[in-house]
């Protein structure tokens, strides 16, 4: 073989090197921000089970507030039964909402404000939401190393050429993007 073969022939094994880099890089980056979506779903089904036992443990000191503990289980198997992400966060949102709701009975209900299990339930909830808040931060930046992987050269090639779609991130409602009031 000539000199010129050899080089067309280290040309092409580079080539296909660089090819092979840039499409396991891309199903690294997209396997992991599916990793954090997955977490998501984990924290938000240990947050929807944790809520049976709070509402339990309200409703014998909380008797008149049926309604708020009614729609926090209405709003907990609508979490549950979402089929996309994207509706499972909208759901969740609405029901940290009620949750607040809950928490802010433990105020008017001094015993049930001391009562160990709902101090500990409350414990778990916060850290499950710190738990979720944390598994969106890392989502969102999953998804951006992602779509910038696939949006950059050479790798836009690659992700062309295999169909690598651009991932959503997700995106905090309106009503929550306003700080909240806080009055003395």
Not at 143 to 170: D, G
Request: net charge neutral; with cysteine; hydrophobic share 40%.
């Amino acid at each position: 073989m000539s000199t010129t073969m050899w080089i067309i022939l280290a040309i092409i094994v580079l080539v296909v090197i660089a090819y092979i880099i840039c499409y396991n890089g891309l199903v690294q980056k997209r396997n992991q921000a599916q990793e954090f979506q997955s977490q998501i779903d984990v924290q938000l089904k240990r947050r929807t089970d944790l809520i049976p036992n709070l509402v339990e443990t309200v409703k014998g000191y909380a008797d008149h507030e049926k309604q708020t503990l009614a729609d926090v289980v209405k709003l907990r198997n609508s979490v549950i039964s979402a089929d996309s992400l994207s509706e499972k966060v909208a759901a969740d949102n609405k029901l940290t909402g009620a949750l607040r709701q809950v928490f802010a009975l433990a105020e008017n209900y001094p015993d049930l404000k001391a009562n160990q299990e709902f101090g500990k339930l409350m414990e778990e909830l916060t850290n499950t939401e710190n738990k979720v808040a944390y598994a969106r931060q890392a989502y969102n930046s999953s998804v951006q190393y992602y779509n910038t992987a696939t949006e950059t050269f050479p790798r836009n090639i690659v992700s062309s050429i295999h169909h690598f779609r651009k991932m959503n991130f997700l995106e905090v409602p309106e009503a929550d993007k306003q700080a909240p009031q806080v009055k003395f």
